[in-house]
């Protein structure tokens, strides 16, 4: 896109919690810009903003857009600025990783009646994460309690003291901190901008340290570079709904956020991305869309070289050859075709055959490779059934392209509980998923709460076994198998062991019985469940010389397994998971009361950002409906990180009731 170049193009990730007013003041941008012709409303379901079927149902953002604000800064030189709206609602976390992760800057909302929530501290981190500059946004100063002192004071205690405010506001009156003149906080906070301008350079620390006034150009390539090197993190004040604050954050956005020249993009091997047109081409896909119209659309980020349609690019990830035919940027729902696009834009490639997110699409004869967005693991699982039988082709294609639209939904299928699991970050993210299949493939699916993978396996040594002898005219089956099964200690490798002297069993036989072996593993004497960590060692037999067999073998290692099983004090293992919670201090009392009633073992408690974290073991079936539990609780501020920690005995009283259960079931398939 020739008629701005790189220098004055600005990609700016907008991040915050739920709530905040980051759509609304997106929306204001785009109706001052005039890429809007009428200024939308979340809340009336008119914003430009969230435009999809879901937000607008919801009043909230789901997805992660690009949109474009053409402005010019106070000197008259033209500028692009790329802004990237972001849900804060933390189902949908894995859109703020993405835009962070291909983004030059991070612009922060805060709510100035709410002040700090738990999504700003996931800003901030995603922000360090990815090493980007930022600065922070406090609107909403048109709301009943807003104070933006209060604010700032919560911002120094959460963020430190190189978040200092650039524009300040006594009630709803925005002040240009370097332009003004008072006294006070707004003097204490000139003073602070200054020195972090004049601390970027020797030479105009000591132009400042001798007295003499630095220059307006001096003042912003100091304060651009300390932001740039995020030393210091700008403070704006506004308000989105009256357009207080807005022409002075544009000004200071195109002025001092860096461009896609000052921050070099390196590689997976840490080596720098050239961003010059004439270097070699290489791009990033950071996400991937279902459009109605076109088909599947792949945004990607230029970090090096130019593009042009009916260009052959090579998929290092993939190592594979794609053809990229038209392609256009986005501005919300709308699509500019393109002719040209180079290092610093975020465009919208259409039907990609081999490509997909986190791919790294570079020149042909080119191997660069851009480090993949690392996504966090769901914490949501539910089992999908068709209500309409008949309808599973058209199930598997309508979560395929639910995962490719939002890639922290994950499908499975489960190959000991023999269920297809849908899982996600949260209910909400789920629901809009089942919802979307629903409208676009026409398929109604019912979420239900899954089966836990328990297992089995035994806590003493068992003899077992098993002479399988039959005769019904002909050639009959005999093969018998003694044998002892044992717990299998850490470290062992060996679970078979074959004893067998003097040819009890023929040497032929072995591979038999070691698969019925495998076979009877599958279903446990308990409640027949997969058993694990177990020793099986065969130790005597006898065999026919005209009746034996392979089958005759392998029912026989079965059903003597199943034998020993039973005498070897077997017992019912569930799966353990570690949870890491974060909420806040009020809110300790209520969680680990909980957690205690799902069976959990509180491991340690520790603070970071204004928050607790507890580290605590749960059992997995006691944390199918924790998402919205710990929402309840905490009233949306509470999260959580689930990963598996290792298998544990069930408690007696518990495990009572999976067998009764696992009975009751295998009474109903034989029934």
């Given at each position: 896109?020739?008629d701005?170049p790189?220098a004055?193009?600005?990609?700016v990730?907008?991040l915050?919690h ?19 012709d009428?200024?939308g ?29 053409r402005?010019t800064?106070a000197?008259?030189?033209p ?8 849900p804060?609602?933390?189902d ?8 962070a992760?291909?983004?030059?800057a991070g ?6 009646a709410a002040?700090?929530q738990?999504?700003?501290?996931r800003?901030?981190?995603?922000c360090e ?14 709301r ?16 430190g ?21 008072g ?11 200054m020195e ?13 340290l001798?007295g ?6 001096e ?10 090197a ?7 004040a506004?308000s ?5 604050g807005?022409?002075?954050l544009?000004e ?12 070099i993009a390196?590689d ?6 050239n ?11 950071w ?6 119209f ?6 990607a980020r ?9 260009m052959?690019?090579?998929n290092?990830?993939r190592?594979?050859?794609?053809r ?5 940027i986005?501005?919300?729902k ?7 696009a180079?290092?610093?834009d975020i ?18 004869g ?7 967005i690392?996504l966090?693991?769901?914490?949501v ?7 309409t039988?008949?309808?599973e082709d ?7 392209r ?6 922290t ?15 996600g970050?949260g ?5 809009i998923?089942v ?11 019912e979420?239900?709460?899954?089966k ?11 003899e ?10 002909g050639r009959?089956?005999?093969g018998?198998v ?9 470290g ?10 003097g040819?009890?069993?023929p ?8 698969k ?10 308990v409640a027949?469940y997969?058993?694990v ?12 010389e005209?009746?034996?067999?392979e089958?005759a ?8 397994l199943?034998?020993?099983l ?6 019912l ?7 890491t919670?974060?909420v806040p201090?009020?809110?300790m ?16 408690m520790d603070a970071?950002?204004g ?6 073991e ?7 409906s924790?998402s ?6 905490t009233g ?6 689930l ?5 544990e ?6 495990a ?10 295998k ?5």
């Amino acid at each position: 896109m020739k008629d701005i170049p790189i220098a004055q193009v600005r990609n700016v990730a907008l991040l915050g919690h739920t709530g905040s007013g980051k759509t609304t003041l997106l929306d204001a941008l785009l109706f001052r810009s005039g890429a809007s012709d009428r200024r939308g409303s979340p809340e009336a379901g008119t914003s430009m903003a969230d435009w999809t079927d879901e937000e607008r149902e919801r009043k909230i953002s789901v997805w992660a857009k690009p949109f474009e604000v053409r402005c010019t800064s106070a000197e008259g030189v033209p500028h692009r600025l790329v802004i990237i709206d972001t849900p804060g609602y933390a189902d949908f976390i894995g859109q703020p990783m993405a835009a962070a992760a291909v983004a030059d800057a991070g612009l922060l909302v805060v709510d100035a009646a709410a002040g700090i929530q738990v999504g700003t501290h996931r800003a901030w981190r995603l922000c360090e994460k990815h090493g980007i500059p930022r600065a922070i946004l406090i609107n909403g100063l048109d709301r009943e309690n807003a104070d933006f002192n209060t604010t700032v004071e919560a911002v120094i205690r959460s963020f430190g003291m190189r978040c200092v405010p650039m524009t300040a506001a006594q009630g709803a009156t925005v002040t240009d901190v370097l332009a003004s003149d008072g006294a006070g906080p707004l003097a204490e906070w000139k003073n602070r901008l200054m020195e972090a301008a004049a601390e970027s350079e020797d030479q105009l620390l000591e132009k400042f340290l001798g007295g003499e006034a630095l220059s307006s150009a001096e003042i912003t390539k100091g304060l651009r570079s300390s932001i740039l090197a995020a030393k210091l993190v700008p403070i704006f004040a506004v308000s989105a709904k009256t357009d207080a604050g807005l022409p002075e954050l544009v000004e200071y956005l195109v002025r001092l956020v860096p461009s896609p020249l000052d921050r070099i993009a390196k590689d997976a091997s840490g080596n720098p991305l050239n961003p010059v047109p004439d270097a070699p081409f290489v791009a990033f896909i950071w996400r991937s869309i279902m459009d109605p119209f076109v088909g599947q659309l792949s945004l990607a980020r230029i970090y090096g070289g130019t593009l042009r349609p009916d260009m052959e690019v090579f998929n290092a990830t993939r190592q594979q050859k794609e053809r990229i035919g038209a392609f256009f940027i986005l501005n919300g729902k709308k699509q500019e075709t393109v002719q040209e696009a180079h290092a610093g834009d975020i465009i919208a490639i259409p039907k990609l055959k081999q490509t997909g997110l986190n791919d790294t699409l570079c020149a042909v004869g080119q191997t660069i490779r851009c480090p993949p967005i690392v996504l966090p693991n769901p914490v949501v699982t539910y089992a999908v059934f068709c209500k309409t039988q008949g309808d599973e082709d058209k199930l598997s294609i309508g979560l395929r392209r639910a995962a490719e639209d939002d890639p922290t939904l994950r499908v499975e299928r489960n190959t000991e509980t023999h269920e297809l699991t849908l899982s996600g970050m949260g209910e909400t993210q789920l629901q809009i998923a089942v919802e979307n299949m629903r409208k676009h493939n026409r398929i109604e699916v019912e979420l239900r709460t899954p089966k836990v993978a328990y297992k089995e396996t035994v806590t003493a040594r068992g003899e077992g076994h098993y002479k399988h002898k039959k005769q019904s005219g002909g050639r009959g089956q005999y093969g018998e198998v003694y044998l002892r099964v044992e717990p299998r200690l850490p470290g062992d490798e060996e679970w078979f062991v074959d004893a067998i002297v003097g040819g009890a069993i023929p040497n032929n036989f072995i591979p038999a019985v070691q698969k019925g072996l495998i076979e009877g593993m599958q279903r446990g004497a308990v409640a027949g469940y997969p058993v694990v960590n177990v020793k099986i060692t065969v130790y005597d037999g006898s065999y026919h010389e005209v009746d034996s067999s392979e089958v005759a073998f392998k029912i026989a290692a079965a059903r003597a397994l199943r034998d020993a099983l039973s005498k070897a004090k077997p017992v019912l293992l569930e799966p353990i998971l570690k949870v890491t919670i974060t909420v806040p201090e009020a809110c300790m009392g209520d969680v680990t009361g909980d957690l205690n009633h799902r069976r959990g073992r509180i491991l340690g408690m520790d603070a970071h950002d204004g928050m607790q974290i507890i580290i605590a073991e749960v059992p997995q079936a006691e944390m199918f409906s924790y998402s919205s539990q710990l929402r309840s609780m905490t009233g949306g501020r509470g999260s959580f990180e689930l990963e598996f920690s290792r298998m544990e005995t069930v408690p007696s009283n518990i495990a009572q009731r999976i067998i009764a259960e696992a009975q009751k079931n295998k009474g109903e398939e034989e029934d």
